[in-house]
Every structure is written in structure tokens, then in C-alpha cells.
T-cell receptor, first 111, second 115 residues
Framework: TQLLEQSPQFLSIQEGENLTVYCNSS?????LQWYRQEPGEGPVLLVT?????EVKKLKRLTFQFGDARKDSSLHITAAQPGDTGLYLC???????????FGKGTMLLVSP | DSGVTQTPKHLITATGQRVTLRCSPR?????VYWYQQSLDQGLQFLIQ???????AKGNILERFSAQQFPDLHSELNLSSLELGDSALYFC??????????????FGSGTRLTVV
């Protein structure tokens, strides 16, 4: 069974601060995805990374896939209250089309 | 609106009862996935259908079953409900069975409360 561990579980910061959240596994994944989920809604895909060492930027969000394709990080620069939500990482296995999700990092950005 | 429609949004029922959750995937998507989300377990994969056929099974209880119809909508049937089945149930869809690399589109979920 492939497991993804996310840390920290909860993060509360002030607007304008920078932060990094992590997603780690002992398994190799063919791809790694990050989603954001807001209360009462389903997760929304932010990015997919497929190559070891790959870095992708989405405005103030920077995503990195580890060289060995076992871990990933999400860095947010100058966080805003609109960034508040549950950030989920999900790993894909090339043999199947199903995703394994981590339990998430709950981010609260206060004005 | 993500394009994936789930009904009902909320459901309250008693232990021992049976309920049916419905999902209409995004237009053109052939794969439908069902996930259960609880505070302690996170998002747990239940089952996947691709173009009407079961493709993969996860941690789905024997009391639960699902199917995908010719028009590609899917239903998740939960029977002999227990208090521990209270959770958010999400449906997601993807195109051409390539969700692992191309991402899922999730619906807004059904919140099931068993009392």
C-alpha cells in the first residue's frame, strides 16, 4: 500500500508570510498532484508534476517534485487570506489511473 | 461549477438504512471515481469505473456497491448503514482513464450523516 504523509497537519500564519508544506512517501510515484479544498467543496487540482526534480510555478505557489519521485513540496510566497484551505497531495501509479491522497495540510491565513 | 454533479448534497439517515448517492461526470469524461473523506482517514479511494465497467477497487466495504450506467452517470449504494459510515463522499471524473497523470475533477460531495 502506497502512503503519502503530509506535514505539518495544520498551519496558521499571518498575511504576507511565506510557508512550505511537505508531502513524503517511501514509494515512487509516476506523478504527483496538489489539490486545494475549501470548506463544503471538493478538491480542486492546482498542479501535476511528473519528472523527478521538476519545479512548477503558479503565481505565488511553487511546487517541486523530489529527484527520486518520492516526495514533493509546496511553497507559498506572501500568503493571502484567499490561500486558506486544505492542501492535499496525491500520488499516481503508472500501472493504474487511481490516486492515493495524503491527509492534507490545513492552512489558515489571517489578515 | 466543476462540471461534476453530485446529489444529494446532504443526507441524514438512520442506522441500518440504505441510501444511494448519484454522480454525473464532466461531459466527455469516461472514468468515475468514488472517494470517502473523514477527518481521521482523509480521502480514501473506494472504486473506479471506466466506460461502464469496474476498473479498480479500493477500500470499499462489502455493504457498499456502485455502478456506472450507459449514460456514464454513476451511483454509489450504501446499505446496512452504521454510525461510522458518516462522512463526505466525493465523486471525481477524468478523461480516457488517465486520471493518475492528468488530474481529477471533483464534485462538491455528499455529506452523509448516520444517526
Amino acid at each position: 500500500t502506497q502512503l503519502l504523509e503530509q506535514s505539518p497537519q495544520f498551519l496558521s500564519i499571518q498575511e504576507g508570510e511565506n510557508l512550505t508544506v511537505y508531502c513524503n512517501s517511501s514509494s515512487v510515484f509516476s506523478s504527483l498532484q496538489w489539490y486545494r479544498q475549501e470548506p463544503g467543496e471538493g478538491p480542486v487540482l492546482l498542479v501535476t508534476v511528473v519528472t523527478g526534480g521538476e519545479v512548477k510555478k503558479l503565481k505565488r505557489l511553487t511546487f517541486q517534485f523530489g529527484d527520486a519521485r518520492k516526495d514533493s513540496s509546496l511553497h507559498i510566497t506572501a500568503a493571502q487570506p484567499g490561500d486558506t484551505g486544505l492542501y492535499l497531495c496525491a500520488g499516481g501509479d503508472s500501472g493504474y489511473s487511481t490516486l492515493t491522497f495524503g491527509k492534507g495540510t490545513m492552512l489558515l491565513v489571517s489578515p | 461549477d466543476s462540471g461534476v454533479t453530485q446529489t444529494p448534497k446532504h443526507l441524514i439517515t438512520a442506522t441500518g438504512q440504505r441510501v444511494t448517492l448519484r454522480c454525473s461526470p464532466r461531459s466527455g469524461d469516461l472514468s468515475v471515481y468514488w472517494y470517502q473523506q473523514s477527518l481521521d482517514q482523509g480521502l480514501q479511494f473506494l472504486i473506479q469505473y471506466y466506460n461502464g465497467e469496474e476498473r479498480a477497487k479500493g477500500n470499499i466495504l462489502e455493504r457498499f456497491s456502485a455502478q456506472q450506467f450507459p449514460d456514464l452517470h454513476s451511483e454509489l449504494n450504501l446499505s446496512s448503514l452504521e454510525l461510522g459510515d458518516s462522512a463526505l463522499y466525493f465523486c471525481a471524473s477524468s478523461g480516457q482513464g488517465q486520471g493518475a497523470n492528468y488530474g481529477y475533477t471533483f464534485g462538491s460531495g455528499t455529506r452523509l450523516t448516520v444517526v
